[in-house]
């Protein structure tokens, strides 16, 4: 069982910056595939990012590539997801997930119960 808590999340005028971090519970962080997902109000919950286990490969959405920078700290069970030059329609819940698979797409074991990221004009 891996238990995730996101942090970080608040309101930023358009054009700042946040940091959202994920502490993971369990000896079995580093073995694991994380993601970031984000669910706008009315909306569906959509992929953001993923890393892999060893932090070697990192996945974007095209919406945010090149604002948007994934990490994690195995030694900490920390993932964290640096967003730059916010956007009004990042504003959204921002949940960390995670699962024992090495593919990163498809379905995830262990979500967190998510942070609110408001963007303002």
């Known amino acids: 069982q891996v238990q995730l808590v996101e942090s970080g999340g608040g309101l930023v005028q358009a054009g700042g910056s946040l940091r959202l971090s994920c502490a993971a519970s369990g000896r079995t962080f580093s073995s694991y595939t994380m993601g970031w997902f984000r669910q706008a109000p009315g909306k569906e919950r959509k992929f953001v990012a993923a890393?892999?286990?060893?932090?070697?490969?990192?996945y974007y959405a095209d919406s945010v590539k090149g604002r948007f920078t994934i990490s994690r700290d195995n030694a900490k069970n920390t993932v964290y997801l640096q967003m730059n030059s916010l956007k009004p329609e990042d504003t959204a819940v921002y949940y960390c997930a995670a699962k024992s698979s090495t593919v990163v797409a498809g379905l995830y074991d262990y979500w967190g119960q998510g942070t609110q990221v408001t963007v303002s004009l």
């Open positions: 890393i892999s286990w060893s932090g070697g490969s990192t």
